[in-house]
């Protein structure tokens, strides 16, 4: 009889594309892996000719899937005994006192060669089963502590000694070390530069024992991102060759991509009941293909109506964009349901795909847990990203310790289901919640020393995991603002306004959809409402208190503004990228302004000299300048920091941009539409307002519950 397991892991083999993991070694993965032949070649080459090797790529180009998936068994077929991957950090945020990590490394020995040690004996059982870990079964499983002191050359002895074949020949063995850019950015103590070096020097040392057997079986590799590789320099001298063999892995080619995804979909038709229809199966790959390869061309000469550089066509297919766009699309195929229209819009932003990834993963867990959104969220930006910006490995009870830290917070409802009588927070059900992210591959476990680990599945999705984060924080930050707002006002006009509110609200309301921002055009008595969730602008009769018409726009509208020179109205679309205009005479909207990405908050300068809009690009680090008559995009203005909201003073054409991650406040000449600085010192600063006859502006900080003011003349914050 066939368990629940057997028929879902059955169910995972037979899915062509796995989405932003990594591929493993595991049978079905090196069914599902392509277009990486003449790489994985090359790589194979330089490792029979040489004792250490250096590949490097930059970030989703699919180092370790290459070498899991493909690398591991051709170099199998070769007989050699490819070791469970090594890597040598774990990052965190956690607060170390500097003597006690000073004695503890004096006892310990290399952290580094620690930590790789730990991943080795982890993934034992997740890949070949060595003849001298598993005749040991009576030995007690290694921790951090017996290991202490030990060398790699030790260690490798100990653990992995090398097969003897048929002929009574040492087997060849390859150790890889898999992002050896932890090397640089997990710091155990005062000591770690010593210890990098140490790390370095037990490498040469290992390779030149085995040497001096003259059984040259070892080989050892080096994976790293190619940004970190001049980190490697001051220990060139110390490598074999000077770390000369070396390999860039390019991200996928299109000849290799349109492998990648049309080799696993035959596969699949041939293995199960799902008919791909070959006639239409090329022609649509390569359009996704197409798409996914495009780049903005910085070319003066080629700017398209909009203002923006064109895209064109490019070379390369980031792997792990391919992988997750297909699943996607595949999931759709399976369900026959519609397509998803934000799959295909915003199927070159790789960033939206990630990020809708990330919110259907936490929609599973709040479904099926005792778990707010909150909790969740905020362990992924507190606890699984570091202050870098890095990915963090995190012990389960560092996550217990923080969901209960979040409990005496006070500021979210309950969390987990009750606690155990040893006032732990009840690790079935954490365990739960970390079963579904796992299976969404969103984190993935590491058991080191006996203790389990979890991480986030890949460094592409810190990003899009944080803004994610923000948007859904400025949705409630919004939602609260307009409840607290509701509550002043009911407070002051007394009943009779209480009842009026009731009217009004019954009389406007016509869905459930969340209202982001409102605009009045005095000239015409009309109120503008944005609804984010349903993509829409309603317009109401400030007369009458009656809603006239609901306006489709752009997706997701966050801010809307009334340029009072043209009677017309602009809406910031976050998620289309774009800003809608609405005719005021008319209530017709007459387009759609590309801007930059994510836009937030708009402005009008309404002076009519000038006559422009302002667009803060939130995901772009940018500000986008609107001529108002034309309602064209008139250029991009550079050099923000995740603009957030915008106003103009139309006394002195400034324009004040927030910037919440830096702290600070960017001026723009509205004149010359340059920004000649910031000013510095605010708390994560975001609305902004302007009085124009003291030229003060100001800022409010939410995060310590105070406003700035600026002394618009002088150009300087006064308090």
């Given at each position: 009889m066939r368990t629940n397991a057997k028929i879902e892991n059955e169910r995972e083999s037979l899915k062509p594309f796995i989405g932003p993991r990594y591929f493993t070694r595991h049978p079905d993965d090196q069914r599902r892996f392509f277009g990486r032949d003449a790489e994985a070649e090359e790589i194979v080459s330089l490792i029979f000719g040489h004792k250490l090797v250096l590949v490097y790529a930059q970030s989703g180009a699919g180092k370790t899937s290459i070498f899991e998936a493909k690398i591991t068994p051709m170099l199998e077929e070769y007989d050699f005994d490819v070791l469970p991957r090594a890597r040598v950090g774990i990052a965190s945020d956690n607060k170390f006192d500097k003597n006690a990590m000073q004695k503890e490394q004096d006892s310990m020995g290399n952290f580094y060669m620690l930590n790789a040690f730990q991943s080795m004996l982890s993934g034992i059982s997740e890949t070949t089963d060595f003849k001298q870990v598993s005749e040991k079964k009576?030995?007690?499983?290694?921790?951090?502590?017996?290991?202490?002191?030990t060398s790699l050359s030790q260690f490798l002895d100990r653990f992995f000694p090398p097969s003897i074949d048929d002929n009574g020949e040492f087997k060849p063995q390859l150790l890889y070390f898999d992002q050896l850019e932890e090397l640089f950015t997990f710091y155990p103590g005062e000591s770690?530069?010593?210890?990098?070096?140490?790390?370095?020097?037990?490498?040469?040392?290992?390779?030149?024992?085995?040497d001096l057997k003259k059984k040259d079986y070892l080989r050892i590799v080096f994976v790293i991102r190619e940004d970190y590789l001049a980190e490697l320099d001051p220990f060139m001298n110390i490598l074999p060759e000077r770390l000369r063999p070396r390999?860039?892995?390019?991200?996928?080619?299109?000849?290799?991509?349109?492998l990648a995804i049309k080799k696993p979909l035959e596969n699949v038709s041939g293995n199960s009941n799902h008919v791909i229809n070959d006639n239409v199966l090329d022609k649509n790959i390569k359009n996704v293909i197409y798409d996914l390869s495009k780049i903005r061309v910085e070319n003066p000469l080629l700017i398209d109506s909009s203002g923006e550089p064109p895209l064109a066509e490019g070379e390369f297919v980031e792997p792990i964009q391919l992988q997750v766009v297909c699943q996607r699309r595949w999931k759709q195929l399976l369900t026959n349901t519609s397509e998803d229209k934000s799959v295909h819009r915003n199927l070159t932003d790789v960033d939206m795909v990630l990020r809708e990834f990330y919110e259907e993963a936490i929609k599973e867990v709040i479904k099926n847990n005792k778990i707010s959104e909150n909790a969740i969220r905020t362990l992924f930006e507190e606890k699984f990203i570091t202050s870098i910006g890095t990915r963090a490995f995190v012990h389960k009870s560092e996550i217990i310790k923080h969901i209960r830290n979040i409990c005496n917070r006070g500021i979210f409802n309950k969390i987990i289901s009750t606690p155990k009588k040893n006032g732990s927070i009840g690790e079935v059900e954490l365990d739960r919640v970390m079963k579904i992210l796992e299976r969404n591959a969103l984190i993935r476990k590491e058991n080191r020393g006996g203790s389990?680990?979890?991480?986030?599945?890949?460094?592409?999705?810190?990003?899009?995991?944080?803004?994610?984060?923000?948007?859904?924080?400025?949705?409630?930050?919004?939602?609260?603002?307009?409840?607290?707002?509701?509550?002043?006002?009911?407070?002051?006009?007394?009943?009779?306004?209480?009842?009026?509110?009731?009217?009004?609200t019954s009389a406007f309301q016509t869905s459930q959809s969340t209202l982001s921002d409102m605009a009045v055009d005095p000239a015409n008595n009309l109120v503008y409402v944005a609804n984010s969730d349903n993509d829409t602008v309603s317009v109401i009769n400030g007369a009458k208190n009656v809603k006239v018409v609901d306006i489709p726009v752009g997706d997701y509208p966050t801010d809307i503004v009334v340029n009072p020179n043209t009677n017309m109205i602009y809406v910031a679309n976050s998620f289309s990228n774009t800003v809608s205009v609405i005719n005021g005479a008319t209530n017709v909207k007459v387009g759609d302004i590309p801007v930059g990405s994510h836009p937030l908050g708009l402005a009008v300068n309404p002076d009519p000299a000038n006559n422009l809009v302002y667009v803060a690009n939130q995901g772009g680090d940018t500000v986008s300048v609107i001529d108002g008559k034309k309602n064209k995009k008139l250029g991009d203005i550079p050099d923000f920091k995740r603009p957030t909201y915008i106003a103009v003073n139309p006394a002195t054409s400034l324009v004040y941009v927030s910037n919440p991650e830096t702290g600070t406040v960017s001026v723009i000449n509205g004149t010359t539409n340059t920004k000649p600085g910031d000013i510095h010192n605010f708390k994560r600063p975001t609305h902004i307002a302007v009085n124009p006859a003291t030229s003060r502006v100001y800022v409010s900080n939410p995060e310590t519950g105070t406003v700035s003011v600026i002394d618009g003349k002088k150009k300087q914050k006064t308090r």
């Open positions: 009576d030995a007690p499983k290694p921790v951090i502590q017996k290991l202490s002191n770690w530069r010593s210890q990098q070096k140490d790390f370095f020097i037990q490498i040469a040392k290992t390779l030149e024992a085995v390999f860039r892995l390019e991200r996928l080619d299109k000849e290799n991509a349109f389990s680990f979890y991480e986030i599945i890949h460094d592409r999705l810190i990003g899009p995991i944080k803004n994610s984060n923000f948007y859904w924080s400025e949705k409630k930050r919004k939602r609260r603002e307009r409840h607290a707002k509701l509550v002043v006002s009911i407070s002051i006009a007394g009943l009779l306004a209480l009842i009026s509110a009731l009217i009004i």
